[in-house]
């Protein structure tokens, strides 16, 4: 009786199709990677302009890519997803918080903010598919290094936006995301307003334990809601920096606790 109720189930909402455009998704992930490395972004960073256009071009280039990925995911019903605020992201000195619960949020998030900078893995930049984009875009790469806090709090001072993950790495499903104090840190170094994003995936899919081929019987729904601004400068002015940022990490964990379970 349960594996009738399966299977009606897996082809009420289309299973073996998303399954194949899944797998697609990956495919064609990988290739637009290499795509990118070795024929778009040469002529993008090369082409004559000074280094901050030249900068904005590569980002918009990845962010169009990204985008485009995004695209191919929810026309082809692999993923339903939507973003509310989505204005209020890309403004100069605005660090954007998000949770992480999938491995594609990223790609969403970076796809519709596409001027932004990023805080991404440090392995990110040996990986043939991904060191192309992410070097040509001049993201930051999270090496674990004492100056990567002053290279993300600089960008924010030069007026950039700066997307940043404080997980480090994907959320466990039925828990709330546990933030290092080092994006609290950027921000009271370098940060005119903090931006929560909160990131909904549901069923989940493409956590750290969930391989690409598992793919839900439901289709997936991801929701990215953009919360009200955090005034930085509240937390910078009350208290010397390393107290301000585990007061603003402190602040950030009940939020997304109190909005992700509500």
Avoid at 51 to 66: D, Y
Avoid at 96 to 118: Q, R, W
Avoid at 182 to 201: H, K, L, M, Q, S
Avoid at 215 to 233: L, N, Q, T
Wanted: net charge positive.
């Amino acid at each position: 009786m349960h594996l009738v109720a399966d299977t009606t189930n897996r082809r009420a909402d289309a299973w073996a199709w998303r399954f194949v455009f899944t797998a697609l998704s990956f495919g064609f992930f990988g290739l637009g990677g290499l795509v990118l490395r070795g024929l778009v972004l040469p002529v993008v960073l090369n082409w004559p302009a000074p280094i901050a256009v030249r900068r904005r071009r590569a980002r918009r280039t990845v962010g169009k890519a990204f985008w485009l990925h995004s695209q191919f995911m929810y026309r082809t019903g692999v993923i339903d997803y939507r973003f509310e605020g989505l204005e209020r992201l890309g403004r100069p000195g605005q660090m954007i918080v998000a949770n992480h619960p999938s491995l594609i949020d990223v790609v969403f998030l970076i796809g519709h903010v596409p001027d932004a900078n990023c805080v991404v893995k440090h392995s990110l930049w040996e990986n043939p598919f991904m060191r192309g984009p992410v070097r040509a875009a001049q993201y930051i790469s999270n090496d674990g290094s004492a100056d990567m806090l002053d290279r993300a709090a600089g960008v924010l001072r030069e007026g950039q936006t700066l997307i940043v993950f404080p997980e480090g790495t994907r959320t466990t499903p039925g828990h709330a995301p546990v933030f290092h104090r080092g994006g609290a840190a950027i921000a009271i170094r370098g940060a005119e307003i903090v931006t929560p994003v909160f990131i909904t995936v549901v069923p989940t899919t493409l956590t750290k334990a969930e391989p690409w081929y598992r793919v839900p019987h439901r289709r997936v729904h991801m929701v990215f809601r953009v919360g009200e601004d955090i005034d930085v400068a509240s937390f910078r002015d009350a208290a010397p920096a390393p107290i301000a940022s585990r007061r603003l990490n402190e602040h950030l964990h009940q939020l997304y606790a109190a909005e992700l379970h509500a």
